[in-house]
């Protein structure tokens, strides 16, 4: 039985797959943030339109309600092995630690939204963004670029040299609000199906 695959856009085998009659069942890109670029009073701005959504780093205490949030969104990430997630976060998942960040945007104590990223030892001093999502309640009220804000600018300050994520390309609310903080696409890649 042969699988799926996932591949830069840009190589030889994404190509050589296609012309095999091999199907592009979905699309997702690479970021990435040049710190030499960032605007940081227009990360600020992002994080104060969210008010009064309070942002704060997550901790062992907030384990039990990622759990909860995350299984009430994790079903809302598009696309296919690339970018699907298939099951929520667990306890452990869900757990800060050094090489696992997490932030969340609370409205009177509830949490509304989180961010996770993880560091990343194959880029250096880097962090990849795993994942954001808010409450479909509390949608299109800027808490996506907020918590992004919050994060890149911490992540910066603590002397991060580079963070990217990854995304689907039908996720527009996300791509929106990865692209307003200063996310640039740089990668393409393909999964691919045989026919």
């Known amino acids: 039985m042969t699988h799926k695959k996932i591949l830069n856009a840009a190589t030889t085998e ?26 940081a009073d227009k990360l600020r701005r992002f994080i104060g339109e969210a008010l009064p959504i309070i942002i704060r780093p997550l901790t062992i205490n907030d384990v039990e309600a990622v759990v909860e ?5 994790f079903k809302d990430f598009p696309g ?38 993880d560091i990343d030892g194959r880029h250096g001093n880097g962090v990849e963004i795993d ?17 992004l804000a919050t994060a890149i600018l911490k992540l910066l300050a ?23 903080v200063g996310f640039v696409k740089d990668e393409e890649w393909l999964t691919l199906s045989p026919n």
């Open 80 to 117: 296919d092995i690339a970018t699907q997630r298939e099951k929520p976060v667990n306890s452990e998942e869900a757990t800060p630690r050094e090489v696992r960040l997490g932030w969340g945007a609370f409205s009177n104590n509830e949490m509304v939204g989180m961010l996770y990223a």
């Open 158 to 180: 603590d002397g991060i040299k580079s963070i990217r994520t990854g995304v689907a390309d039908e996720n527009v609310a996300s791509i929106t609000a990865l692209e307003s």
């Open 14 to 39: 994404a190509q050589e797959l296609q012309e095999k009659g091999w199907e592009v069942v979905a699309r997702s890109w690479g970021a990435g943030i040049d710190p030499d670029l960032l605007e």
């Open 131 to 147: 994942f954001f999502s808010v409450n479909p309640a509390h949608r299109d009220k800027g808490i996506g670029k907020a918590l």
């Open 69 to 73: 949030f995350d299984e009430m969104t």
